[in-house]
């Protein structure tokens, strides 16, 4: 006997970073520095689908 069921989701995602510095370790030199911005990103999904089993 075979089974469908129908899927419905919702994902709801938010990332965030401070400003910040990366340092480059180089062997045979000094220490280069690069500056990061600040993040603030998020984003929605809305998940559909059918699943069957038999």
């Known amino acids: ?3 469908s069921f ?3 989701g919702f994902k ?3 990332y965030f970073t401070h400003a910040g510095t990366h340092n480059f370790y180089d062997v045979d ?3 280069l520095s690069q500056r990061l911005n ?3 990103w998020s984003s929605s999904m ?3 689908g059918i699943t069957s089993q038999y």
């Open 46 to 48: 809305i998940i559909i």
């Open 29 to 31: 030199g000094p220490v």
């Open 6 to 8: 129908f899927n419905v």
């Open 38 to 40: 600040n993040v603030d």
């Open 1 to 3: 006997m075979p089974f």
């Open 12 to 14: 709801q995602s938010r």
